[in-house]
């Protein structure tokens, strides 16, 4: 590229005329919004980390927070390696990408992008890798509290490759199957949440249940609701790029993505928990946030497509049939510690058909390049079958080819995810890392013997077993603390604990 071909019009767009004289014009506020927008992209990712380890156990806090920062590292690599060029190289196939682009080779600044003519590649290649950066993210929550730390990362590296990578493009790539055929996914329901949800499912029945699994042991409150408000801020904030960005201009279709992403969210969350306070009389906290995240899946591949009356409908069904998901994991008795697949899968599912119903064509032109037929609002009936054609080809091949490079890496010396029992016992975060996100953290109650568990509860997430709760006086060995109440034996703040060498002991009588 040389620079002798960059000039500016008399409106301050930038100009670039490459070999062949083909004249390409950049807006630089296109630009900076998309750049702008990358950012946003990629403070959802430690967003994810601090949700999660919020609604784990505290000894297991640190490692998603962890997690969140070595995915970005893994991914930007493999997105410079081969990822952007098997995602979105110009000579794709209809289900992947060449090698062309091989460590950006040929991803000159200022050619036009597959994305958009409107910003160059190097931009839309940036922009890009902040949502495969945060789909694996999203997945391997499925590994919390009994995964080793080392495989993950290698997982990592290998789904992005053999699954996400191809979902983009033959969801966003011009020459993929279901852009062709005329799929809708203007941010990502099928390439980062149907596909993160179901490797999620996949991944936690390959791991199988964690110990204790059905008894009261397993019956945690999130240890820490700060954590999980904190991580919902950053991913609600980093929302508005990622549906926003998604317009890859700074436009009125990118100001329409942005006010239904948030309706979506706030609706979201208030039908989530409210859905919550039928079961115990209280208003929570944990039940909004999952309800807003639940809300921001659905609108996500719809937000450049439906309007505002539609988001409403888009943030209600998401909380009322992502809720009511979670309900799944005891339906079937498998252990999704964080419910993934429901808020994710089902989330993006749910928005796929939401889509196919409601997309609008005059909102989709809002960017006065964009035409497509519409949904159903547009009386474009094949729309429905499109959308679900997607959802189940992304489901399938997340959960197929996911289940395989679990079962491959079990074979293979040093690379089976599942950790064994004493690191399950005393956190992954002091057997894995030798790191604690606190400097006490009781293991009492996991010292029990297995006989002593309670047996009738079930395993801790974002949601627990839905269940009608009577109020009752409480039993003289249980004690009150911010309102809850624990039976003391099961109460990780109050074992004791001593500190010795920068480790914590627990005192067993």
């Not at 962890?66 to 690599?77: P, Q, Y």
């Not at 009261?216 to 700060?226: I, S």
């Not at 409601?358 to 949904?375: H, V």
């Amino acid at each position: 590229m040389s620079l002798s071909n960059i000039t500016y019009d008399s409106s301050g767009d930038l100009q670039y005329i490459d070999a062949n004289g083909d004249n390409a014009v950049f807006n630089g506020g296109d630009i900076a919004w998309t750049l702008a927008s990358t950012a946003l992209v990629w403070l959802m990712i430690p967003g994810v980390g601090f949700f999660y380890s919020g609604l784990l156990r505290r000894k297991n806090a640190l490692n998603m927070i962890f997690l969140s920062m070595m995915t970005v590292g893994v991914v930007s690599f493999q997105w410079f390696f081969w990822g952007y060029s098997l995602a979105f190289s110009e000579t794709a196939s209809p289900y992947i990408g060449d090698l062309r682009h091989f460590a950006l080779m040929n991803v000159e600044g200022l050619t036009p992008s597959v994305g958009s003519p409107k910003i160059p590649s190097l931009v839309f290649c940036v922009f890009q890798l902040m949502f495969a950066a945060i789909t694996p993210m999203l997945a391997i929550g499925a590994c919390a509290e009994r995964s080793r730390l080392g495989p993950i990362l290698v997982f990592v590296f290998v789904w992005s490759t053999i699954v996400y990578d191809p979902i983009a493009c033959w969801t966003w790539n011009p020459a993929g199957w279901s852009y062709v055929l005329g799929g809708l996914d203007f941010a990502g329901g099928t390439p980062v949440h149907i596909s993160s949800g179901t490797a999620g499912l996949a991944i936690s029945l390959y791991l199988g249940k964690r110990r204790g699994w059905g008894t009261e042991r397993l019956a945690y409150k999130p240890h820490n609701t700060t954590y999980v408000v904190l991580g919902t801020c950053f991913l609600w904030f980093g929302w508005f790029g990622f549906n926003g960005g998604s317009a890859l201009a700074a436009n009125l279709r990118a100001t329409e993505a942005c006010i239904v992403t948030n309706l979506a969210a706030s609706v979201g969350g208030l039908t989530w928990m409210l859905w919550d306070y039928r079961l115990e009389r209280k208003w929570s906290v944990v039940g909004f946030c999952s309800g807003a995240i639940a809300g921001l899946v659905a609108i996500t591949p719809g937000s450049g497509f439906v309007g505002a009356p539609a988001a409403v409908l888009f943030g209600f069904m998401a909380g009322t049939v992502c809720n009511f998901a979670t309900q799944l994991k005891f339906v079937f008795g498998y252990d999704d510690t964080l419910d993934i697949f429901a808020s994710h899968a089902i989330g993006g599912v749910v928005g796929n058909i939401l889509t196919g119903l409601f997309a609008q064509a005059s909102i989709a032109g809002a960017d006065g390049i964009t035409t497509i037929p519409g949904g159903w609002l547009d009386h474009n009936y094949r729309q429905l079958g499109i959308q679900l054609a997607d959802s189940v080809s992304g489901m399938s091949y997340s959960f197929v080819v996911t289940t395989l490079i679990l079962w491959v890496m079990h074979f293979i010396p040093y690379l089976r995810l599942r950790c064994d029992e004493e690191t399950e016992i005393v956190g992954v975060d002091d057997a894995e890392m030798g790191e604690f996100a606190y400097d006490y953290v009781g293991l009492l109650s996991e010292l029990l013997p297995r006989h002593e568990y309670e047996a009738g509860a079930h395993g801790g997430g974002r949601e627990p077993e839905h269940r009608h709760y009577q109020h009752q006086q409480p039993h003289p060995h249980v004690h009150h603390e911010l309102g809850a109440t624990l039976p003391r034996g099961h109460d990780e703040a109050s074992e004791e604990t001593v500190e010795k060498d920068g480790r914590e002991e627990v005192n067993v009588a």
